[in-house]
């Protein structure tokens, strides 16, 4: 209800500020009395949500805030992917290519279908480990590339956050990164020089 409401009330105004901060609460209240630990996707929307706060403050927050706000955002997701894939590389069962087919065998994020595909054809599960190692440590490329060539970060992005919501049930990974995109859009398009 709240995040329909943001999209009447533009964060600028006083209604919309109310709007996120009551969301920041519901976000932060269900943190404390979840059962279960949180994940990646919970820290990036709290951290979404609580920047969000901070840079439309009623009488604080001027452009210049939520422009430092947006970068905030979108270099933390860029961080987000690096750490990840880092962590990925030096682990062995993502190098040897095991980690996806391993995952989908669980029975919390397993997929039989995808995990008997990967059993039958161990290159693709290969592939699979390789491709999100690579993209994601570097994946902070698609801030410096000119748009054309950063777009195939996002849309890998996508794609990825995508297939892990539809196989794995991780759902809110994908709304929780997709969010940042703007942000990274936003950044891409006020470097003031590109690699190429």
């Known amino acids: 209800m709240l995040i329909i409401g943001l999209l009447f009330f533009p964060l600028q105004t006083t209604t919309g500020w109310i709007l996120i901060s009551l969301l920041g609460i519901s976000l932060l209240v269900a943190s404390f009395i979840t059962y279960y630990g949180s994940d990646g996707s919970d820290q990036m929307s709290m951290l979404i949500v609580i920047t969000l706060i901070l840079c439309h403050m009623p009488d604080l927050a001027g452009s210049k805030l939520r422009e430092v706000g947006l970068w ?3 270099l933390q997701a860029c961080l987000s992917y690096t750490v990840a894939g ?3 590389l ?7 290519g095991t980690a996806v087919r391993d995952v989908f065998s669980t029975k919390a994020y397993g997929s039989k279908q995808a995990s008997q595909f990967l059993q039958k054809y161990p290159a693709a599960n290969g592939f699979l480990c390789w491709n999100v190692i690579i993209m994601e440590t ?5 801030l410096f590339l000119p748009w054309e060539y950063a777009m195939v970060f996002l849309i890998w992005g996508f794609i ?3 297939f892990t919501a539809l196989i794995m049930g991780l759902n809110s990974f994908f709304w929780a990164f ?5 942000a990274i859009y936003l950044i891409n398009h006020e470097m003031p020089w590109h690699l190429f």
Not at 90 to 96: A, H, I, L, N, T
Not at 138 to 142: G, K, N, R
Not at 178 to 182: C, E, R, S
Request: net charge positive; glycine share 4%.
């Open 72 to 74: 905030f955002i979108g």
């Open 86 to 88: 880092i962590a990925k």
């Open 90 to 96: 030096v682990s062995s069962e993502w190098r040897s």
């Open 138 to 142: 570097l994946f902070p490329l698609c």
């Open 160 to 162: 990825f956050h995508f």
């Open 178 to 182: 997709m969010a940042t995109y703007p």
